[in-house]
């Protein structure tokens, strides 16, 4: 199969392979802060979502060394609101897609 000269990418070891989408939508990469201490946790989740298809979701692990993340599948758990601390506001994620309280 022929691809498009923009999609094709070479490897370290000179291999060329083409990128290919597997699926787009929204995403959100949130933290969890411990209340008593008020410290952030080292886990993350990212939420994938595709309005009106299945969320997926992940928690996200930095390694030691800190320059890379270790993704593991989690199950689903729906609807959520998350605080974004920057604009002070809600955020809220379903199946639906991404929505900020006004």
Known sequence: MDF??????????????A????????YVWYAYVDLEKGKEEKKTKLVLI?????????????????????????????ARAVFDREKGKMVFVDDGGITEER
């Open 4 to 17: 498009p000269e923009e999609a094709i990418t070479t490897t370290k070891k000179g291999k060329k392979e």
């Open 19 to 26: 990128r290919v989408l597997k699926e787009k939508g929204e």
């Open 50 to 78: 595709q309005p009106g298809r299945e969320m997926r979701e992940f928690f996200v692990f930095p390694t030691s060394d800190g320059k890379k993340y270790l993704l593991a599948p989690t199950e689903t758990k729906g």
